[in-house]
């Protein structure tokens, strides 16, 4: 850092008219950061004896105080600029989180409630119909995803491939073609209902002949509920759903893009397991009937016992 | 003292004041707290140097200040947006760091 005048360096301490201005603005910033003013000032007045005295003394004085008074209202103004900036973004994320979390509780503790009540009335409605009718409102039950069930049957397990990390900036790149997508799961399990599956669930979701797999921005949802990855398909059927599910396209279709993509597939037996009920379909048309009446359908002819509507 | 005195008026005008900035000045008030930051400095150093002076302090903030504003100005115009205020940044950031060694060697003779 040596400039091209060594013995006379760029300080106007000395010798005000004989200043050397140095080639390199960086070298003399940084070899001096004080506004040269000063020191040029600091030699006037050494020319000329002391700062002009009389009324110019108190008048600079309070020029300077007022400049430092406004230096604070810069501050001031500044800090509350950037604080009144920034928080309010983040205030608004951080509510929004707290009420999703919120409503996301409420509605598992609804949930459990309403599984508690529909055990409730399963367990009434068995005293009160004699025992035959009872069993084959089970299996009913059972086979249309209204009851719990459990038996042996196999987990598919379906995995978004790890996204690719940019070795330069450390960003995960979106666009990634190894994600697992709604239509995936649909594949996976429209085949293993037909490899003879009598439940199936997703990530504790059982499905019905009602529910929805799809994508909502880039989640994906069973029946309304998101599930992430990886993906757990668990479906109860007969010994050889494992063996028959292996064979079939959708299997294939998903050892391939595993190979080619890095995405999880995985099947494997699970004894024993059991699968949640489904959300009870809401009821759109149909109503209960208020009157007592000997038959339930003689006098209501809007069948009540068939889920309308189509939506859930 | 005097110096002292009106900085913390002017903070606790600006806190009991509110005043809110104009949308049109918001791009130059990040640049102008930085021009007041190395005036500031500068004039503490100048004072631990023994050649303050007020005139001089007064027209490095109001310079410092007037040139960054022009500055970020020129950038938005010519379309380079924040590109010139980093020099600003840069050169004033270098002056502060500079000053505020020297302050501290002055201080603590280290």
């Known amino acids: 850092m040596s400039t091209a005048n060594p013995p006379n360096p760029p300080n106007p301490d000395g010798d005000g008219r004989r200043r050397v201005f140095a080639p390199d603005f960086l070298t003399e910033l940084f070899r001096n950061p004080l506004d040269p003013a000063y020191a040029d000032a600091a030699a006037r007045r050494r020319e000329r004896g002391p700062a002009p005295g009389g009324w110019r003394a108190p008048l600079t004085r309070a020029i300077t105080a007022v400049t430092l008074a406004a230096i604070g209202l810069l501050f001031v103004v500044a800090y509350r600029h950037a604080l009144a900036d920034e928080p309010s973004r983040s ?3 951080a509510g929004l989180v707290t009420q999703i979390n919120d409503r996301r509780t409420s509605t598992e503790r609804l949930r459990s409630q309403a599984d508690g009540l529909r055990e409730d009335v399963a367990r009434l409605r068995d005293a009160a119909l004699d025992q035959t009718e009872a069993t084959r409102l089970r299996e009913m039950e059972a086979a249309t995803g209204l009851a719990k069930v459990h038996g042996d049957g196999v987990v598919v397990r379906l995995g978004d491939a790890p996204t690719a990390v940019d070795a330069v900036t450390g960003q995960r790149n979106g666009e990634s073609l190894g994600r697992v997508l709604d239509r995936d799961l649909q594949d996976v399990a429209n085949a293993l209902w037909a490899s003879g599956a009598e439940a199936i669930s997703i990530n504790g979701q059982r499905l019905t002949s009602t529910s929805t797999v799809r994508t909502a921005g880039g989640a994906i949802l069973v029946d309304f509920q998101p599930v992430t990855s990886p993906y757990d398909v668990t479906a109860i059927g007969p010994d050889d759903l494992g063996g028959r599910f292996a064979g079939t396209d959708a299997a294939r279709l998903f050892r ?8 999880t597939f995985q099947l494997r037996d699970a004894n024993n397991v059991t699968l949640p009920a489904a959300i009870a379909p809401q009821l759109r048309y149909a109503a209960p009937a208020t009157s007592e009446t000997p ?5 209501q002819p809007t069948p009540s016992t068939t889920p309308s509507g189509g939506g859930r | 003292m005097i110096a002292v005195l009106a900085l913390i008026a002017g903070v606790a005008v600006g806190i009991w004041w509110e005043p809110t900035v104009p949308l049109a000045l918001q791009p130059y008030l990040p640049i102008a707290v930085v021009a007041a930051l190395d005036a500031v400095f500068g004039g503490i150093r100048a004072r631990l140097d023994g050649i303050f002076d007020d005139k001089q302090f007064v027209i490095s903030f109001i310079s410092n200040v007037l040139v960054a504003a022009l500055i970020v100005y020129l950038g938005d115009q010519l379309g380079v947006g924040g ?9 004033l950031g270098v002056r502060i760091f500079g000053n505020v060694a020297a302050i501290r060697r002055h201080m603590f003779r280290a």
């Open chain 1, 91 to 93: 205030q608004a994320r």
């Open chain 1, 256 to 263: 391939a893009l595993a190979g080619q993509y890095g995405m």
């Open chain 1, 295 to 299: 038959g339930p359908n003689a006098s």
């Open chain 2, 83 to 91: 590109q010139l205020s980093t020099g600003v940044v840069v050169v």
